[in-house]
Structures are given as C-alpha cells and as structure tokens.
T-cell receptor, first 113, second 114 residues
C-alpha cells in the first residue's frame, strides 16, 4: 500500500489551463505539505496543512490554491497555468515534530507548453 | 528563518570508499531536527537519517552517519563503503519544531565511480 500517493504522475497541459493534483496519505499523519522542485532541483515549500487548517503559505501566486477536505487529503489546484509553473510537485505528510521527518509522495511532473 | 547551505553542487567518490557531504544550517530555534534525504534519478525522496538538536550522540543508520557539530551548526552526512547505487542527489533539511516547517538545502549530486 502506497503511504503517500499523488495523481497524476505526469501532467502536460497548455498555458492558461486549470489543473489539479491530488494527494492522499494513509499513514494517519496530521500534517500535509506541498513542495515545488524546480529544474535546478531546488525544493521549496509552498503550503502546509495541519488537520485541515492552513499553517504555512509561502509566497506563492494566488493562482495556486490548496484544498484539504480531510486530514488524509491535500489537493493542489492551479489556475491559468504559466510556463514557469513547469516543475515537479511533491506532496508530503508527517506527524507534528516527527523525528522521521516527512514521507514524500512520488511527485507529479507538470509540464506547461 | 532557517537557512540550509550545501556548498558542494557535485561530488565524486570511488566505489567502496567513504564520502562526506557537507551541510551547514542557521536557525535561532533551540529545538530542531536535521534530516538527510536521497533522491535517485527516478525522482522519489527517500529519508536516510535524522539528528535531533538535543541528541548527544551522532546518528547512524547502516552505512550512513551524521557528523553533528552543534556549535558549528553543521550536520555532514558520511556514507561509508560507497556503492554504485548511492549515485543520487542528496538533500540536507532542517525542521524547527515550533512550526513543523522543513527547509531544504540546494542538494549535492553524488556520483560513485566503479
């Protein structure tokens, strides 16, 4: 059973479209995150949700909107996609102050053409 | 705010030798955790090792050990007896426990030569 699953794994779409990436974790973790990894492999946190509440909201364009229907799910919706949004997006989850850090999903490679 | 620095963009090591990947951090939080992750070419993020800021002993996990020097704010990863499968990107990360916010360094690409 996959602990943190993201769908889709690959997403190719045209500029201006709206798309969503889904994330689900079955670990019972209470905090979930979205990270963006750019072409230079730099990992930057975007959002963090704890028990469906937004905790961290980094400087991210408001075209990106996270949605957490329950603590096992954190979806990322992106409006009006731009070329610069092309990246790998990782979902992760953890318990609070977890010494094992985060469990990551396998990533979603988004390509905007 | 936390800052993580990995000064080695790329490293090479001969198979079966040991290698040290550098990581320094900066934080004003007294309670934090330090982590290393491996990202092979397949893209997944694999947790390797953890060190707590109050841990007295350096963490070890199999061939991985973390050389933690709190006063210097460094948390270097040592991989012993390198294997070809160790070739990957390695990320150092720090999480301050007052906000559960994990920040990553820029990564080091390790290549193991046969």
């Amino acid at each position: 059973d996959t602990a943190v699953s993201q769908t889709p794994k690959y997403l190719v779409t045209q500029m201006g479209n709206d798309k969503s990436i889904k994330c689900e974790q079955n670990l019972g973790h209470d905090t979930m995150y979205w990270y963006k990894q750019d072409s230079k492999k730099f990992l930057k946190i975007m959002f963090s949700y704890n028990n469906k509440e937004l905790i961290i909201n980094e400087t991210v364009p408001n075209r990106f909107s996270p949605k957490s229907p329950d603590k096992a799910h954190l979806n990322l919706h992106i409006n009006s996609l731009e070329l610069g949004d092309s990246a790998v997006y990782f979902c992760a989850s953890s318990f609070n102050s977890d010494r094992y850090g985060y469990t990551f999903g396998s990533g979603t490679r988004l390509t905007v053409v | 705010a936390q800052k993580i620095t990995q000064t080695q963009p790329g490293m090479f090591v001969q198979e079966k030798e040991a290698v040290t990947l550098d990581c320094t951090y900066d934080t004003s939080d007294p309670s934090y955790g330090l982590f290393w992750y491996k990202q092979p070419s397949s893209g997944e993020m694999i947790f390797l090792i953890y060190q707590g800021s109050y841990d007295q002993q350096n963490a070890t996990e199999g061939r991985y050990s973390l050389n933690f020097q709190k006063a210097r704010k460094s948390a270097n990863l040592v991989i012993s007896a390198s294997q070809l499968g160790d070739s990957a990107m390695y990320f150092c990360a720090m999480m301050a426990y007052n906000n559960n916010d994990m920040r990553f360094g820029a990564g080091t690409r390790l290549t193991v030569k046969p």
